[in-house]
């Protein structure tokens, strides 16, 4: 039972590159997250997909996009990454939506964006 | 007045010391509290939820005060090991009710 996990656990770009990060649970949870934390800022969340087949967006979703693959998978997609966009990413999930859960989260990808 | 606030610190303290951190929110109609650890470069993890009578987990107390809307997390003895931010968690009230983190209050236990 891995939890959640994460692909890439680093990556560098370079401004105008696009790249997608993968994430995956095994615990049969509805809801998944992506976050970013940036120093000072805390964990904002990015987009949210309550349950298969549907996805919401966040506080701060501009500059990306996502697909819920099926249950296990939810992808976060930077179409033109921009400096701004260098953060760590963290992708969670959760039994059910609501907040009312705790969330699980996978352990990150660091990206730097040049 | 943000959603969630948190002192960040550092809060440096001996060990065996006892250690107190607030969490302040701001949405009246929030439910469920939250409190995770993160250790440096690494993911959230729950430490404890926080019931509405309070609630114990061996050296750590979670308490939640509606009137004055804010949660607090006390622990006692400190260990070394208990260096590390640990972040409140508070949902919103009405519609989907998202999770909204705090900044985070980071702990250095000092021997």
């Known amino acids: 039972n891995a939890g959640v996990t994460q692909t890439p656990k680093f990556q560098v770009l370079k401004t105008g590159q696009s790249m997608t990060l993968q994430c995956a649970q095994d615990m049969n949870h509805n809801s998944m997250y992506w976050y970013r934390q940036d120093p000072g800022m805390g964990l904002r969340l990015i987009y949210y997909s309550a349950s298969e087949g549907t996805t919401d967006k966040g506080e701060v979703p501009n500059g990306y996009n996502v697909s819920r693959l099926n249950k296990r998978e939810f992808s976060l997609r930077l179409e033109s990454a921009a400096p701004s966009q260098t953060s760590v990413y963290f992708c969670?999930?959760?039994?059910?939506?609501?907040?009312?859960?705790?969330?699980?989260f996978g352990p990150g990808t660091r990206l730097l964006v040049l | 007045r943000k959603e969630v606030e948190q002192d960040p610190g550092p809060f440096n303290v001996p060990e065996g010391a006892t250690v107190a951190f607030n969490c302040t929110y701001s949405n009246s109609a929030s439910q469920s509290f939250f409190w995770y650890r993160q250790d440096c470069r690494k993911e959230p993890k729950l430490l404890m939820s926080v019931y509405s009578s309070g609630n114990e987990d061996g050296r750590f107390t979670a308490q939640l005060n509606r009137a004055s809307q804010y949660i607090s997390l006390l622990i006692r003895d400190s260990k070394l090991s208990d260096s590390a931010t640990y972040l409140c968690a508070v949902n919103g009230g009405g519609g989907y009710q998202k999770v909204t983190f705090g900044t985070g209050t980071k702990l250095q236990v000092i021997p």
């Open positions: 969670a999930s959760s039994q059910q939506g609501g907040g009312q859960e705790t969330q699980y």
